[in-house]
């Protein structure tokens, strides 16, 4: 039981300071997340706010929150230990946790591949801007227009996507995990 206390608080304490959840692992499936994020939820409620060692009811509690979720202690354990070293990981916690894209929206309508075509076309737009925030040079937007159009996408498709992705949180979600696989 302390083994599970000991994973299980130091998992709220690095999930707890995790901007964001971002990393898969092909054989956790999205059952087991959302079984791990329902339990860690609970978890963390039942673990001591100030760090300190959990008393025996917070044990109890978090111990019957991980039993709850339908996992194992270990199968838990080693869910925590993944997740807090994992961005993929984390990436598709946060994505199971953000409710889904408005059905007809622009973002609902994005496909994986537009998603991930997105996502790479950012890392060369952002590399061609200028870095001071200023107005770019004639050359700097070129090299941006070509950033995007080499990623596959039409210019006007690739700003339909910012825009809601600017406005969704799931989409947004989406693109957070895309950036997790390209830079993991």
Do not use: Y
């Not at 961005?87 to 946790?97: C, F, K, N």
């Not at 950012?122 to 995007?148: C, F, H, I």
Request: hydrophobic content about 50%; charged content about 20%; proline content about 5%.
């Amino acid at each position: 039981m302390r083994r599970i206390l000991i994973a299980a608080v130091s998992a709220a304490a690095v999930l707890s300071s995790a901007p964001a959840f971002a990393a898969i692992q092909a054989e956790d499936s999205d059952a087991e997340l959302r079984a791990f994020a329902s339990a860690m939820v609970q978890v963390r409620a039942a673990a001591p706010a100030d760090g300190s060692a959990p008393s025996p009811e917070q044990q109890a509690a978090m111990a019957s929150a991980v039993e709850a979720s339908g996992l194992t202690p270990d199968e838990f354990n080693a869910l925590a230990v993944r997740v807090s070293s994992d961005a993929v990981l984390q990436a598709r916690l946060a994505l199971l946790d953000t409710p889904a894209s408005a059905p007809g929206s622009v973002a609902a309508g994005v496909t994986d591949a537009e998603v991930d075509q997105f996502s790479a076309a950012m890392v060369n737009v952002r590399a061609a801007a200028p870095s001071d925030g200023s107005t770019p040079t004639p050359e700097q937007a070129q090299a941006m227009a070509a950033a995007v159009t080499g990623s596959g996408l039409s210019t006007e498709r690739f700003n339909e996507i910012a825009t809601a992705v600017s406005q969704d949180a799931h989409l947004r979600a989406r693109v957070r995990l895309a950036d997790a696989r390209r830079d993991g």
